[in-house]
């Protein structure tokens, strides 16, 4: 595992939050977060004024393969909603996955003008049988390469050709898990 850039060590341990409950946050064009629910503050063990205003990639697990993050900032930047599995990490490494419908926000003249996230529990055997794996293998390409930009590109066209030997799209993907 990589450290996170802020110096805090993932510790292993996973966090839960119920079925019934949602995470939710809104940030900013440039991804600084603007709100966050009750349930997103527990679960991050971040207080209300330390996250206000930060990016959200403050939660950000090292073990999230840069090469998903590009795809849905360029999904949403684009006016797109995603559904995407993500792993983050609480202020004390703790870490939590989540299953997240990431949608723009629009003004009245349709200018995309921040972004909303709902995340939910996601299903354990959709995590251990696809996505754990998934993930592993395209941060392993990402950290083959010398060149941060270059793993990344790297690992995208690996999960484009992965999709495409599938022939299916990222969504269609993700929504037959």
């Not at 794996?133 to 066209?157: F, T, V």
């Amino acid at each position: 595992m990589s450290e996170k850039p802020s110096g805090i060590q993932p510790s292993g341990r996973e966090r839960h939050f119920k079925p019934e409950e949602l995470i939710v946050s809104k940030t900013d064009l440039k991804g600084h977060i603007t709100y966050a629910n009750e349930v997103f503050l527990r679960l991050s063990d971040y207080s209300e004024g330390e996250v206000l205003g930060k990016p959200h990639a403050l939660i950000r697990h090292p073990d999230m393969p840069r090469c998903v993050f590009k795809l849905l900032w360029d999904r949403i930047s684009s006016g797109h909603e995603i559904f995407a599995y993500v792993v983050n990490m609480a202020s004390n490494g703790d870490h939590y996955w989540v299953y997240a419908h990431v949608t723009p926000t629009f003004d009245a003249s349709h200018k995309v003008i921040g972004y909303h996230s709902n995340r939910r529990v996601p299903d354990p055997k959709v995590l251990s049988e696809t996505i754990i794996p998934l993930y592993a293998e395209l941060r392993k390409i990402e950290e083959s390469l010398p060149n941060r930009k270059d793993g990344m590109k790297a690992a995208s066209e690996a999960l484009s050709q992965k999709l495409s030997d599938m022939g299916m799209s990222y969504d269609e993907f993700i929504q037959s898990l």
